[in-house]
């Protein structure tokens, strides 16, 4: 069985929102680092955002102002909220969790994707 479960992906237009959700293990939703990823067609993976157990949230530049990183600890449930998308956000989205607190830290694992957890994906496609 998955750890790592995401939902909420789909197609839309420039300009509109999604958002995506991502239900670890109860186990792993108390882990210090959680976050979302993407890969587009022919590139590389890149961080979106991560979060670590005090909220403290990093965000990449290209969605800075625009994606929040929200966790509803009730549901024991990580979302990505993503606002004025556009056609460069475009990309499979992929919730990961945990990390080696001797090896990275929760910002430094946005850059270099260092994540033990990682769910299947799920896609997001915006038109312009």
């Known amino acids: 069985e998955a750890l790592v479960k995401e939902s909420g992906g789909g197609s839309v237009q420039a300009g509109e929102s999604l958002r995506l959700s991502c239900v670890p293990s109860?186990?792993?939703?108390?882990?210090?680092?959680m976050g979302w990823f993407r890969q587009a067609p022919g590139k590389e993976r890149e961080g979106v955002a991560v979060?670590?157990?005090?909220?403290?949230?990093t965000f990449a530049d290209s969605v800075k102002g625009r994606f929040t990183i929200p966790k509803d600890d009730s549901k024991n449930t990580l979302n990505l909220k993503m606002n004025s998308l556009e056609p460069e956000d475009s990309a499979m989205y992929y919730c990961?969790?945990?990390?080696?607190?001797?090896?990275?830290?929760?910002?430094?694992?946005?850059?270099?994707?260092?994540?033990?957890?990682w769910g299947k994906g799920t896609l997001v496609t915006v038109s312009s």
């Open positions: 990961a969790a945990g990390i080696d607190p001797f090896s990275t830290t929760c910002p430094g694992a946005l850059l270099t994707g260092g994540m033990d957890h």
């Open positions: 109860r186990l792993i939703y108390t882990d210090y680092c």
């Open positions: 979060i670590d157990s005090d909220g403290v949230t």
